[in-house]
């Protein structure tokens, strides 16, 4: 399966600052994934990445406040604009990956996170 | 409506026994995966099993089962001989439309499950 690294594991902000988050992957994949964890709370998906073209977001998450690079296919980056209380999270880089079972389903890996905490 | 709903919110149970922890969910497809992740207190997110809708036998992988009731709409987790590491959030979740390109989980709300020595 695919190994993740995420950068940085965790950081304390301030509010009104911006913060972005690193995700590299150790082989090539398709489609990158950005969840968020809120305190308490289940994961939520942000946005899929696709290399070479803009970033699909999901309803309540928009461009400018998470905006989403993907230069090639092993890296992209996500970043918390102009950063409030209510960011305060986990977020989760993940790639599809790792056929499993007789049905050769591909199962989502995470990378370790990255604890975000606005003050 | 909420699509899975996992109804314990913290479970215990005995260090070597079994547990099971609950999960139904809801979807008018055809085509769909289910997942189970646990996340221990450092966050991560460690896959455990899956089960598709069309797979015919429930899945094992070591310790962990799943308890796949497709008319009930259920997915339950069990986990056998339960060890101290265990002890973590346990989280549902389902990937609608298979055959589609997209790939979206929905998760549920989690399960903390504690083991006791």
């Known amino acids: 399966s695919a190994v993740i690294s995420q950068k940085p594991s965790r950081d304390i902000c301030q509010r009104g600052t911006s913060l972005t988050i690193q995700c590299q992957v150790d082989s090539q994949v398709t489609m990158m994934f950005w969840y968020r964890q809120q305190p308490g709370q289940s994961l939520t998906l942000i946005a899929t990445?696709?290399?070479?073209?803009?970033?699909?977001?999901e309803s309540g998450f928009v461009i400018d406040k998470f905006p989403i690079s993907r230069p090639n296919l092993t890296f992209s980056t996500l970043t918390v604009s102009n950063m409030s209380p209510e960011d305060s999270s986990i977020y989760l880089c993940s790639v599809e990956f790792r056929a499993w079972g007789p049905s050769g389903a591909n199962v989502l890996t995470f990378g370790a996170g990255s604890r975000l905490t606005v003050l | 409506a909420q699509k899975i709903t996992q109804t314990q919110p913290g479970m215990f149970v005995q260090e070597k026994e079994a547990v099971t922890l609950d999960c139904t969910y809801d979807t008018s497809d055809q085509s769909y995966g289910l997942f189970w992740y646990k996340q221990p207190s450092s966050g991560e997110m460690i896959f455990l099993i899956y089960?598709?809708?069309?797979?015919?036998q429930n899945a094992t992988e070591g310790r962990y089962s799943l308890n796949f009731q497709k008319a009930r709409k259920s997915a339950n987790l069990v986990i056998s001989a339960s060890q101290l590491g265990d002890s973590a959030m346990y989280f549902c979740?389902?990937?609608?439309?298979?055959?589609?390109?997209?790939?979206?989980?929905?998760f549920g709300s989690g399960t903390r499950l504690l083991v006791r020595p």
């Open positions: 089960q598709g809708s069309y797979d015919e």
């Open positions: 979740a389902m990937r609608e439309g298979l055959m589609d390109s997209s790939y979206k989980l929905i």
């Open positions: 990445a696709n290399q070479g073209s803009e970033a699909t977001y």
